[in-house]
């Protein structure tokens, strides 16, 4: 008889979950909190859905996911997950190695999950929140039961025990029976339409499973400072160094946005899983941001040198113009307190080069991230160490517990969608069987 399997939440994992299960026969339901299914996966890549990366490896993860991530992503990896949108008629393309959907529209992603979802006849629930999970003890399996297809699914092939359990899930309306329960509700991160409330850190609690301290990760942050900032929405290529104690805790390269009162960009949010932990425990954390950072220190002197030469009747704002972007400029000569219509001649070779230096270690104090609704993913949730390589949870054979909700965050460039696929499709298989 086809197995009874209530998917709670139809995000990006829920939904994958739900037709894998549903194509290998189960019979599936979803409960979705929200009034559509999968509204965070229609704003991914501003809304273009980085879905995958070709670059993926298991160092792309957190570090206490790193290890369990090679096995999963051996199980399902990017190939996989370009297979399985060809089943879903979604054509993909690589922009360096960042896929995305040909389309360049998150939303026909949602679309052709839910048509697949429609001809696998998988019910969904709109509108209903999934309060708990009450565990049924059955009558133990006699003998040894042994799943079909798992060594197919599982490199590493999951150990079956003989315990039964059936499972009622608990909404805020109603009751509804299962004999497997996905859990698939996401994190505490995104804006609030994704109703992205960690409901699912307390279910898994009720269930006896350890939730690890969460953070917003995939952020940008508040700096000290905030009058003497650029434009909102200020844009350069840099490498930006996270220091404590003056120690480089994280140092990445890209595009810096700056924001009305704080740092933002690629480059930041790669750096914000490390950098949010030791923020909230107080420890001063500060940005030192090298605008020139193709230029070795031979070269960098070399160009200051050619610019002293034009130390003459000019202004300093017009000696700076055309050196670096004129917003940054302006925010350099606000921090080193001077007039920008000061003439260059009255300004010392030692002030100038202290000018050039701050160009290449611009430091600001960050005060906190910018919080849950504008960060990408959460980092913690629930522990891998609860979890088996099938999804199950240790103590509970018919749960599974995937997706963002896990203690999995990837780097900003389809990994974590990746991770939805990966865990949403192992759970999915498992399941059904
Ligand atoms: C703005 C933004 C852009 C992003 N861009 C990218 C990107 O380009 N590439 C990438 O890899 N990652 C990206 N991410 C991260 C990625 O979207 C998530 O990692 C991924 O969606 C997680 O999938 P999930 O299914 O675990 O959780 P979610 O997608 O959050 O889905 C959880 C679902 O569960 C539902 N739910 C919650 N609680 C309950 C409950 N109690 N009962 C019933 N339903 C419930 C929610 O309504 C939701 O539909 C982005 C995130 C954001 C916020």
Known sequence: MAKKIIVAGGGAAGMCAAIYAARNGGDVTIIEKNSQLGK?????????????????????????????MKQWLSVYGVLDVINFFKSLGIVIKSDDGYLYPVSGQAGTVVTAFENELKRLGVKIIYGEQVKSVKVNDLAPYEGSIKPRHIE?????????????????????????????VILATGSLSGAKSTMSTGDGYYICKQLGMTIKDTYPALVGFKC??????????????????????????????????????GISGIPVMQASSKVVKL??????????????????????????NEMLRLRDDRSLKEFLNGFYNSNINDMIIRRMKMGSSMKMKNISESMVKSIFATYRDYRMKLSESYGYQQAQVTSGGVSLGDIKDDMTVKNHNGILVIGELLDVDGRCGGYNLQWAFTSGSIAGTVASL
């Open 40 to 68: 965070k996966l229609s704003m991914t890549g501003n809304g273009r859905c980085n879905l995958s990366n070709l670059n993926m490896n298991e160092k792309m993860y957190n570090l206490s996911a790193e290890k369990r």
């Open 152 to 180: 197919a699914v599982l490199t590493r092939g999951a150990k079956v025990d003989n315990k039964r359990e059936n499972y009622t899930v608990v909404t805020n309306l109603n009751s509804y029976e299962a004999d497997k």
């Open 224 to 261: 000290d400072e905030s009058e003497i900032m650029p434009e909102n929405g200020v844009r350069c290529t840099a490498e930006i160094s996270f220091l404590l104690g003056g120690e480089a805790i994280a140092v990445e390269y890209g595009e810096l946005q700056f924001t009305k009162d």
């Open 279 to 304: 923020l909230s425990e107080g420890k001063p954390i500060y940005a030192s941001i090298n605008f020139f950072p193709d230029y070795d220190e031979d070269d960098f002197i070399a160009l200051e």
